[in-house]
């Protein structure tokens, strides 16, 4: 039973589209995050949300918008995607806030935009 | 969070021991510092983690000396499928919603 699941694992798509990608937790964690990790491996945060509210949003353009339906589950939304959008998306969970406990990532997403 | 320098890239050989040194100069009282492995095509996984002195399990060693402005993975007898990216974090227990990861170094363990 996967822990931390996204959907889809690859998506191709042409630019100025728009396209979601889907996050869900098992663990039963109460932080969620989503990370962009680029051609250079950079894996930089990107948004982190706790019992579904956002708490970190590192400067993403406003064509990102995260969405947490509830505690397990951390979808994020891509408006009129660029060409600069391409890139691994991840997505990760843990127990945020009282004590350090690790991270679980999903498997990532590989977005390519045409 | 703490800013943590890492090598960017190491080579070994199969059998040896690989020792990957994190710099967090500016650590606080409350950090802990903690390390994922990362192989390609996969999202990154904990491999160890360490408030002060030594830290050991099945996968890897930790070592944090008394100050703590630094901190050393050793991954004893590395094989070729220890080959990855390796990132060194370092967090506080409260309010650690923003987990920033560093660089990372790139293991290439050899034959």
């Known amino acids: 039973d996967t822990a931390v699941s996204q959907t889809p694992k690859y998506l191709v798509t042409q630019m100025g589209n728009d396209k979601s990608i889907k996050c869900e937790q098992n663990?039963?964690?109460?932080?969620m995050y989503w990370y962009k990790q680029d051609s250079k491996k950079f894996l930089k945060i990107m948004f982190s949300y706790n019992n579904k509210e956002l708490i970190i949003n590192e400067t993403v353009p406003n064509r990102f918008s995260p969405k947490s339906p509830d505690k397990a589950h951390l979808n994020l939304h891509i408006n009129s995607l660029e060409l600069g959008d391409s890139a691994v998306y991840f997505c990760?969970?843990?127990?945020?806030?009282?004590?350090?406990?690790?991270?679980?990532f999903g498997q990532g997403t590989r977005l390519t935009v045409v | 969070l703490a800013k943590t320098t890492q090598p960017i890239s190491m080579d070994s050989y199969e059998g040896q021991e690989v020792n990957i040194t994190c710099s967090h100069n500016?650590?606080?009282?409350?950090?802990?510092i903690t390390w994922y492995q990362q192989f390609p095509s996969q999202g990154p996984r904990f491999i160890i983690q360490g408030y002060k002195t030594k830290v050991t399990n099945e996968v890897a060693s930790l070592f944090i000396p008394a100050d703590r402005k630094s901190s050393t993975l050793s991954l004893p007898r590395v094989s070729l499928s220890d080959t990855a990216v390796y990132y060194c974090l370092v967090g506080g227990t409260s309010g650690t919603y923003k987990y920033i990861f560093g660089t990372g170094t790139r293991l290439k363990v050899l034959a």
């Open positions: 990760a969970s843990r127990t945020g806030g009282l004590v350090e406990t690790e991270a679980f």
């Open positions: 663990l039963g964690h109460d932080t």
């Open positions: 500016n650590i606080a009282t409350n950090d802990y």
